[in-house]
């Protein structure tokens, strides 16, 4: 399998990677504190939202290019690298700029050009499954990046669409094992947008873990009850330490033979 | 409800519309062969794919502007307009040139920047139906461009994905009316992507129809079997006046209060 | 096709059989009521719940066998057959007692020891799908009927089970013509369970007929609003007579060999 | 939460319980040869299917109660527990005679007689998720055991239907921890049925016990090539121990506050 180097971490290896922040930039302050939390507990991504993909055009929209030039400035305070979205082919020059990892979203998974113009960048990409995509066709769009040269590719399972309605999505273990096996992609798993709830972000980051993910995704908030944007499915800053604890943890009794 | 007008047709009026025309604009010849039918049909419409959304990077990509090129000059000959996708921004401006009608497909549904660029254009939009959208996202997905000041939107559902093997995806009659009477979009129906299979499109045209819908897309291509892409899916040019006149005939037929 | 004989009706005939009733038999008088209308219409099979299948066990559980008493009873004084569900093997012999046809609910399509058992009567048996199964599931549930030896099997195709929120169920018109080709049985449409919302109630029936279908199973009761179960699918009484019309307008209007 | 007694294992005690044996009970030798095997492992409960509920009427069908006597033949001789599937009322009679804990299959899930008989009786019952059930409908399945007075229910996750089509089913992991903390029921993980794909079993056996999961159940099969049914998602037996350890090392380490 393709191992993914991002800073000083690596997708892929033995480790598994956390990459933590809140959903949206805010604002400095908010994006101050976690950093700092994030820096003390060892965690070197940092993620952030400065373009955010909506459903509704009357929600908050992100803050564009100046939440870029946030995320940078507070990484760079803390030796951290920078993930954070982009949605189209015109956001990546000032995504060069500034992001160290380029995430594509579930919605642009099918965003063929999206993908293609990537390809000939020298970033690497997050890729989320879109949450109506087959793994096939998941696969397949990395191959979109891929064939343009860009071959430093991870994988996200954020959850797919199912009728169970107490979850906001369906977290697909499976896909896990099927892409790294498949694909030869490290992959990672992002709990909070697969449950859409606060109380299954543990049980899921675990179990993502113990399917053979390299890595999690997670959304943390100083105060997730005052969050723009996915608050309720971030975990407080404060009670971050514990979950990371928990995920090194399982991480470090995996049996390196064990679906790796 | 508002009606959206293009060329001499009318989405929203009392006749239902048909739209029609192959999946690819494959070459010049088989354009104007499938044009020569339509007119004779009176059929108004011409759909021809330029710039294609394909799942797998290795197969057929659309002729580009090249094929924008070739459907106008077609399209002038026999007098119709072009209904033509784009998948992102950078394609808005050689649509403008050639195409009366800009659709957005069904991968792009959720691409908000697109959304909103074409909000400031003064073309026509068909807004296809994600295949794992909820209605509700859909409505908002067409809030996109409206916000922007484009109010001429058409909606075409094209079959939502489900657990059934046996069609490519599920046509979900029930959004037509809900879409129609609480978002106040016209609504068309596309049985050829909803089923991916040639023997359900006429009875989904007509379920359709039935259900309230203002129009039909459909595919077709001179020879289905040496089509370059969906050519399961389409209906053989010298089989299409039977199904035409089937359309028309349930349509005149309908209760202008029913659903209407 | 095979055709089913009901009573005067035909299943697979050349006109829509309408099978309309209750959800639930709630007592003698409103069931009078009922079948007054019914018979009225011109309506031959009165359908009506004594055994129900609900998720919670605290919700009304039906009458029983006093309510197919009461069913034939009623049905008796305006020359109606009756159509009525049950659930299990121990309940087949009084339902042979006072039953013409009986009906398979969408959770029992896989309770394989009660279709042997109904293989084993002289009864046409109305068999639902699943809201999980596939066509192929839905034919093969059939054939556990048919091969002890009774082939007078209707199918009834009633919604299945999608991440649409806006619809109970979202109706699989495609698996009409499908079941109906491919199976070779009669397949009517059960537009109140598919979408769980009156105001689809009639576009869901016509775009079923139009789709091919061989009839249509409307829940009627005297009073919405005060039905012990399903009331919000339900057709008012009085309300009734105007969607029989179109139905009837729509079926003789059918070309007989459209999907036929 | 409540725990749940079979034979000398506990159901939501401390320990991952693992449940395991073949597919369906084929005859006395290979239950014989699997048995031991299982027995040699510490394995203390035996699954077999003697009622299989197939989807096809022409496919094997299972033993019957010839199968239940064989199982608990083979079981008293090393010891075991046995687990086997019913799915009629008529059925509980013999099971009675034959089986410590009573299964009820995912196509039984909402056959409310039969779930109501078996809260007649003194048998803990295993009660599989249906595959297209929410998990709210689960928990009222099992109200309907619990509110005839058996409350020893134990529930088991074992895969929803989605449009995924590389694995048979998609393994709801956060079914496990909502089932267990709202419910209050121990919840197993199925990860042969959710996978339909042997390479899966693993990480889908893993994954559920670090979401919390109580036990697992797992086909074994002397030789899976040669199965009369589900040989494809089979572990043979000897590779078993393998998994075995795997399980019984993530259960230990399990931090017994996370989830539980």
């Not at 082919?89 to 063929?112: K, P």
């Not at 369906?170 to 694909?183: E, M």
Request: charged share 20%; hydrophobic share 40%; with cysteine.
């Amino acid at each position: 399998m393709r191992s993914v180097r991002v800073g000083p971490e690596v997708f892929g290896g033995s480790d598994p990677v956390i990459v933590a922040g809140p959903c949206s930039v805010e604002n400095r302050d908010m994006l101050h504190q976690t950093a700092m939390v994030l820096s003390s507990l060892g965690i070197r991504l940092l993620r952030g939202g400065a373009y955010k993909p909506r459903t509704s055009p009357y929600t908050f929209q992100g803050l564009g290019r100046e939440g870029l030039e946030i995320l940078r400035a507070v990484a760079d305070e803390f030796g951290l690298s920078v993930v954070s979205e982009i949605m189209a082919v015109e956001q990546i020059a000032s995504s060069l700029e500034f992001v160290d990892m380029i995430q594509v979203g579930a919605r642009n998974m099918h965003n063929f050009p999206l993908l293609s113009a990537l390809g000939r960048t020298d970033r690497p990409i997050l890729l989320k499954r879109g949450f109506m995509a087959t793994v096939e066709e998941w696969l397949l769009a990395a191959e979109y990046v891929v064939k343009e040269g860009n071959e430093r590719v991870v994988l996200c399972e954020r959850g797919i669409r199912t009728f169970e309605p107490w979850t906001r999505n369906t977290l697909d273990v499976s896909a896990i094992p099927l892409a790294r096996n498949l694909g030869g992609y490290p992959v990672i798993v992002d709990p909070c947008h697969a449950s859409g709830r606060r109380d299954l972000i543990e049980p899921l980051a675990l179990a993502g873990l113990a399917a053979g993910a390299d890595g999690v995704m997670i959304e943390v908030h100083p105060d997730p009850d005052r969050a723009l944007s996915d608050g309720g499915q971030s975990v407080a800053l404060g009670e971050f330490g514990e979950l990371v604890a928990r995920i090194r943890s399982l991480g470090a009794r995996r049996n390196p033979t064990s679906g790796h």
